[in-house]
């Protein structure tokens, strides 16, 4: 199976976060989603048991855990992906900057927060800071990313009007 | 006659040296390899934020079981997070 890095034409690093996530028993992308969704990302909840060995956030932070969702070296697996964008939330602007600079993965983050500047507009000062720590990121094409759609529910048309559209976030 | 400042790749590497119980070999490239390797001339580069460096592949088995080598990395990054300083890109050449 393609890893996340071959889709989008990068080559991936050997990751010290990584093998201390391995160290913790986090072996396999789908441990990380489990970890997320032990740790708020309940809509992955249903396809997803949630970890019941989270190591701790002094072990494995948040902001290290999106990292970990978005490596490069990880299967291609789109809902790892959406369980990033969804964690996010839980995460401090400036720290997931600087885990996402050390781990190669800013440009799949920027095309997370860009989508979240036109559709999570009650948290725009956080996803504009976020991309501005970020810096600018070469863009990437379009479909290899999940769509923007993936990263919210949306409301159809209802009896009181059109639907509405909230990003996903963690309570 | 004033002394240059010390670069970041060399407070990077020496703060990873503190961290090491033994020799440990890797290969630097990128900007720091400029500052460090190139005098005047890679001074340019002194303020760049982190050292990338080459794992050789043939080294890489007893590279991975390198327990100290790795919690120096991680000791690293995080004696240096406040400043934005950081090794973590560390490829190999396989």
Redesign the interface.
């Known amino acids: 199976m393609a890893t996340l890095a071959q889709e989008l034409g990068e080559t991936t690093h050997c990751s010290a976060l990584l093998r201390n996530a391995r160290f913790v028993g986090l072996n396999s992308t789908d441990d990380f989603i489990r970890l997320a969704v032990a740790r708020g990302c309940y809509h992955y909840g249903p396809g997803y048991l949630p970890s019941k060995n989270d190591p701790g956030l002094a072990v494995i932070s948040n902001e290290e855990l999106v990292a970990l969702l978005l490596l490069g070296s990880n299967e291609y697996e789109p809902f790892a992906i959406r369980c990033a964008a969804q964690l996010i939330c839980s995460c401090e602007a400036k720290s997931l900057a600087m885990v996402a600079r050390r781990e190669r993965v800013e440009r799949s983050l920027a095309y997370i927060a860009k989508a979240a500047c036109k559709y999570d507009t009650n948290r725009a000062g956080f996803w504009t800071q976020l991309l501005d720590y970020l810096g600018e990121q070469a863009p990437i094409p379009e479909g290899i990313m999940p769509h923007w759609s993936r990263f919210v529910s949306q409301t159809g048309v209802t009896r009181k009007g059109q639907g509405s559209i909230s990003w996903l976030k963690c309570p | 006659m004033a002394e240059m400042p010390i670069s970041n790749p060399e407070r990077i590497l020496r703060i990873l040296d503190s961290y090491l119980e033994k020799e440990t070999r890797i290969i630097l490239f990128g900007r720091a390899a400029l500052a460090l390797g190139f005098g005047k001339l890679g001074s340019q580069f002194a303020k760049t934020m982190?050292v990338d460096a080459i794992?050789p592949a043939v080294e890489m088995g007893k590279t991975e079981a390198d327990a100290q080598f790795?919690k120096a990395?991680?000791l690293t990054?995080k004696s240096l997070?406040h400043e934005?300083l950081?090794v973590?890109?560390?490829?190999?050449d396989g």
Do not use: A, C, R
Not at chain 2, 88 to 92: E, I, R
């Open positions: 982190d794992l790795w990395i991680e990054n997070m934005g950081y973590s890109h560390l490829f190999t």
